[in-house]
């Protein structure tokens, strides 16, 4: 308690006398705006499920203190439940899905049977959004709810969606996928499935959108996850055989996701450039392209976005809702102020205290808790942090427990560790670093000795206020043990641009995990010892955090067959992990929407997207 008083006091006094060091953009816009009809901008990342610029700030959560999801609408049963089997599997009678870790909150299982349950159809639902799409082409969305992944699957569906509740793969465009050894699967399209061009969602269709991702010069989030397709063989116009490059059970679930979204080859080269062989005016106007339940009708960036409903859509009676309108709202009061004061149906948020009030005034809310989650991201590659030593004085200087208390008066809890308790992935042996001052100077002797100099630093910020507030208690947390920490507070494209280029040293980041296997794409780095990565290092390890142990780990666990085997890699990564401190975690928070006693059918699917096919109001 006296160590909290002393923090608490000197933040009073930090703030009085506002010695916050920041360089402030525009606190109102990620960027300039821009009508539909231009150039869409350089994607930005996504925070929910895919990595990306934390909102608020991070902090962690366990599961002792989530609160209950509020219940959802009753299900209608369907007559016949399609579901997807791996066959073979040890794990068959659940679908063949190896259980992902998830059992953050819902409001259902995701619908099985089609959109005749009685509720109300027509109407418009405005939503409050994170922040702005980077564009409407899929191959520029790296699948977060939050900042794109919502807005795609209105647009073009999925081919299967991932039930947060059950950890099911429940069929979406597509019919089934099943394999018999976890590496050559047969994956099944619906029947009679269009775009809105008019043209079929077949196999011919299906093999041009792997391509597409695969190819270098189009620049997709999703090309990991493409070339995990090794070869692709049409059996007839519905069916293919996928083969995938190595044994990996979780292989289906690449398209419940971002490999989810496919567009129509017709709409698409119809719009190429002869020399480049892309089409940028998906980004402003996908007219056609899809196969969703939505259809685009018009995007004023920064402004909003509207889609109106697909009257051509495969389940009948869906979509219910005529109209949604995406509004951007970056900072998270000025979104639960909206919410409150009427503008808005349903937003997304990740503040406790916003969650927490909203569940005191009897609002609606549906919620998630993920693994891994908010974090400080370390650039391993470049100076002070390609040094272990500076990693660990860092990520041992802050007192996390006082930072909640500062940042979110003390409503997050702070386990310290990367997969959360309640997690079947969770090694409580992999204990992060925690708040030791002790340790903290000790590493600095190390770390500066290595240096050849004293430990200082830049990090991003972003412009939320409750972002700068908690890079404020860690620059003076940090000074507190002789790190010498400055700010840069700056609009979320820039930190993201600075990210994605390499050149950020430090920075808050977000990448929330259901299924371990998320994170292969995250550190996996071709490693030939600790620290240097390989040519072929993924291009979403941000951290540049390389190591020939996480490569084994992780591929460990994404071939295992059983849980046993994938837990043994998983374990063995988040040793590792925690003895390299490539980040400093800091949250698992719980993340979701709250919404008016309106608006009904609220199902989540991969990284909480939102399946707006489902949702009615009225």
């Known amino acids: 308690m006296l160590m909290k008083s002393r923090w608490l006091r000197l933040f009073a006094v930090l703030l009085a006398l506002a010695v916050f060091a920041v360089a402030c953009g525009n606190d109102d816009d990620e960027d300039a705006g821009v009508t539909a009809g231009t150039a869409a901008p350089a994607p930005a990342a996504e925070e929910s499920g895919d990595e990306g610029p934390a909102e608020e700030a991070p902090a962690e959560e366990g599961p002792a203190e989530e609160a209950p999801a509020e219940e959802g609408p009753a299900e209608e049963e369907p007559e016949e439940e399609i579901q ?41 639902l405005t939503m409050g959004m994170f922040g702005e799409i980077t564009g409407w ?11 794109g992944g919502t807005q795609m699957t209105a647009i073009y569906d999925s081919l299967f969606y991932l039930d947060l509740t059950s950890g099911k793969i429940v069929p979406g465009l597509a019919e089934s996928i099943t394999t018999e050894d976890s590496q050559l699967f047969t994956l099944k399209l619906r029947e009679g499935i269009n775009f809105t061009d008019g043209t ?75 020399e480049t062989g892309l089409n940028t005016g998906i980004n402003v106007n996908p007219v056609g392209v899809g196969a969703g339940p939505f259809i685009f009708e018009s995007w004023v960036q920064d402004d909003e976005a509207v889609l109106v409903r697909n009257p051509d859509y495969f389940r009948e ?7 949604v309108i995406f509004k951007p709202i970056v900072e998270a009061p000025a979104r639960y102020n909206a919410f409150q004061a009427g503008d808005l149906d349903i937003a997304f948020d990740r503040d406790p205290i916003h ?11 549906v919620t998630r808790t993920d693994n891994h989650g908010g974090y400080w991201m370390l650039n391993n590659q470049k100076e002070p942090f390609n040094v272990r030593a500076c990693r660990v004085a860092a990520a041992h200087a802050i007192d996390y427990d006082t930072a909640n208390d500062i940042a979110w008066d003390g409503l997050r809890s702070i386990p310290r560790q990367l997969m959360r308790e309640g997690s079947p992935w969770h090694d409580p042996e992999a204990v992060l670093p925690g708040y030791d001052p002790d340790a903290a100077a000790a590493a600095l002797v190390e770390c500066e000795a290595e240096l050849g ?47 994605f280029s390499g050149e ?38 941000w951290a540049k955090a390389c190591s020939p142990e996480y490569d084994a780990s992780l591929a460990e666990g994404r071939q295992g067959l059983t849980f046993e085997e994938r837990y043994a890699g998983y374990s063995r990564f988040q040793r590792k992990f925690a003895e390299q401190v490539p980040i400093i975690i800091l949250d698992k928070p719980e993340t979701g929407y709250y919404y008016t006693d309106e608006v009904s059918g609220i199902f989540q699917s991969e990284t909480g997207l939102l399946l707006l096919a489902f949702v009615a109001k009225g």
């Open 84 to 124: 997807v089997t791996i066959e073979g599997s040890e794990e068959e009678a659940s679908q063949g899905i190896v259980p992902t870790g998830n059992t953050g909150h819902t409001s259902g299982a995701i619908l099985l049977t089609e959109c005749n349950d009685g509720r109300s159809s027509g109407g418009t």
């Open 137 to 147: 082409d899929p191959t520029n969305i790296q699948g977060g709810a939050s900042l």
């Open 200 to 274: 079929p969602l077949d196999a011919d269709a299906f093999i041009w959108n792997v391509e597409h991702h695969q190819r270098g010069v189009v620049g997709s989030q999703s090309a990991s996850q493409a070339r995990l397709i090794a070869n692709i063989e049409k059996i007839d116009d519905l069916t293919l055989e996928l083969t995938a490059t190595s044994v990996n059970a979780t292989f289906p679930q690449i398209f419940t996701n971002r490999m989810a979204w496919m567009m129509s080859p017709t709409a698409y080269q119809d719009g190429q450039d002869p």
């Open 317 to 323: 009676g869906c979509p219910y809702l005529d109209k």
């Open 355 to 365: 969650m927490n009030d909203a569940r005191d005034r009897g609002v609606n809310t």
């Open 453 to 499: 100099g004293p430990l200082e630093f830049e990090t991003f910020c972003t412009t939320d206020p409750v972002n700068q507030l908690l890079t404020e208690t860690f620059i003076a947390m940090w000074a507190e043990v002789g790190i010498s920490a400055t700010a840069n507070c700056t609009e979320v494209g820039e930190m993201v641009s600075a990210v």
């Open 504 to 541: 950020a040293i430090a920075n808050p980041w977000a990448a929330p995990a259901a299924d371990p296997d998320y994170m292969y794409d995250l550190y996996f780095g071709d490693s030939p010892e600790d620290g240097v990565c390989g040519p072929n290092v993924s291009s979403r390890n």
